[in-house]
């Protein structure tokens, strides 16, 4: 894992479909597995960051309103669109961890051939899938704010930006 990280943080608002997260930021890891991608999840999980799966990215907004997901590139690259139609254009590429808040609108935009993400959820949580429909709200508005903040950081544990900046 590379020690050399400089974590970026991004905010999003309720764009009225997409609600984001009123509190917490979305932390991106530029490059903190770029020599260990295959380790990825096994450091999730050891941080439990767990229920992992590895895939893409949907090509249509969505977000999860009862969990926190960790996302690492571990091959390729691609843009995603984090925070809704309102939101940003990242480029991501191998080695790339994207930490997203409960709510937090995500998707696909491009990638390369070669794009593979491990996903994973904090404590495990089976998530829901949420697009942004009208029928969704209030109650996903009251279970982004009844999410449990993590117990570690899914990339550092107890030393990262979740527990610094997320409590």
């Known amino acids: 894992m590379n020690n050399m990280w400089n974590p970026q943080f991004f905010r999003f608002e309720d764009d009225g479909s997409i609600p984001n997260n009123p509190s917490l930021a979305v932390i991106v890891y530029p490059a903190v597995f770029a020599e260990n991608l295959q380790e990825i999840e096994t450091v999730f999980n050891s941080h439990d960051w767990t229920n992992s799966w590895t895939g893409g990215v949907f090509g249509y907004h969505h977000y999860h309103s009862n969990t926190h997901e960790v996302l690492g590139v ?74 449990p903040l993590p117990k570690l950081d899914p990339v550092f544990g107890n030393n990262g930006p979740v527990i610094e900046r997320w409590t």
């Open 74 to 147: 571990r091959s390729g690259s691609a843009t995603l669109q984090i925070g809704g139609e309102q939101g940003e254009a990242l480029p991501v590429a191998a080695g790339d961890v994207l930490l997203l808040p409960a709510g937090t609108g995500h998707k696909k935009l491009e990638a390369s051939g070669d794009f593979e993400i491990v996903g994973a959820y904090a404590g495990g949580v089976s998530y829901n899938l949420k697009t942004g429909e009208p029928g969704e709200r209030p109650y996903v508005l009251e279970d982004i704010q009844h999410t």
